[in-house]
């Protein structure tokens, strides 16, 4: 079974400024796909970005980019030049190739102070 | 925000109520689930249904009844349901293809629900 973890439940960052929420997770599967997902307040949740475990090469869109890190299980997410619509909680999923389970962590709620 | 929709946006239902929560997709994706959102928990999935079948069933308590009649809408039957029910239901979508593909889910904007 896979598990995800994230161990900031809350963060704050300046407008303009980086920052960067982490997420673990684990999986017994080589071949598996992770998410980070935008959820903001009283809004739908929305994807931010994609990686496929099999391409070493990480993610990209736009303002926000991860560091996938596969040995360590690690798939952090980058937010550069932070505007206040980035306030939201952002969960990290992971799941595997041929199953349908998604599994989200518990949640990062950012906040993007002006 | 349009892909997926849910009805009703907000329930409250004694413990005695029988209700339904609506999902619907204008995606034309094959696969659709329900999860549980509840305060300061992961989000946890209840159903799934690919291709009108049920395929997951995350052990969840039978006072909860999906319904997949095709596959644009699914429902989620509520009955003799307990306080700590309350949550934040959530319908997604998805396009699932036979060999497997890291297909993203598209959420709905949930169902408020509180049992009294």
């Known amino acids: 079974a896979q598990t995800v973890t994230q161990s900031q439940p809350e963060m704050s960052v300046q407008e303009a400024e980086t920052v960067t929420l982490s997420c673990t997770y684990d999986t017994s599967e080589n071949n598996y796909y992770l998410f980070w997902y935008k959820q903001p307040p009283s809004r739908q949740m929305i994807l931010v970005i994609r990686q496929e475990a099999y391409k070493q090469q990480n993610a990209t869109e736009n303002r926000f980019s991860v560091n996938f890190q596969k040995a360590a299980k690690s798939f952090s997410l980058k937010i550069s030049d932070s505007q206040l619509g980035d306030t939201a909680m952002y969960f990290c999923a992971c799941r595997d190739n041929y199953g349908q389970n998604f599994v989200f962590g518990p949640g990062t709620r950012l906040s993007a102070l002006p | 925000e349009t892909g997926v929709t849910q009805t009703p946006r907000h329930l409250v239902m004694g413990m005695t109520n029988k209700k339904s929560l609506k999902c619907e997709q204008h995606l034309g994706h094959n696969a659709m689930y329900w999860y549980k959102q509840s305060a300061k928990k992961p989000l946890e999935l209840m159903f799934v249904?690919?291709?009108?079948?049920?395929?997951e069933n995350n052990s969840v308590p039978s006072r909860f009844s999906p319904e997949c009649p095709n596959s644009s809408h699914l429902f989620l039957h509520l009955h003799t349901l307990q306080p700590e029910d309350s949550a934040l239901y959530l319908c997604?979508?998805?396009?699932?293809?036979?060999?497997?593909?890291?297909?993203?889910?598209?959420f709905g904007p949930g169902t408020r629900l509180t049992v009294l």
């Open positions: 997604a979508s998805s396009r699932e293809s036979s060999g497997g593909a890291y297909n993203e889910q598209f």
């Open positions: 249904y690919n291709f009108k079948e049920q395929t």
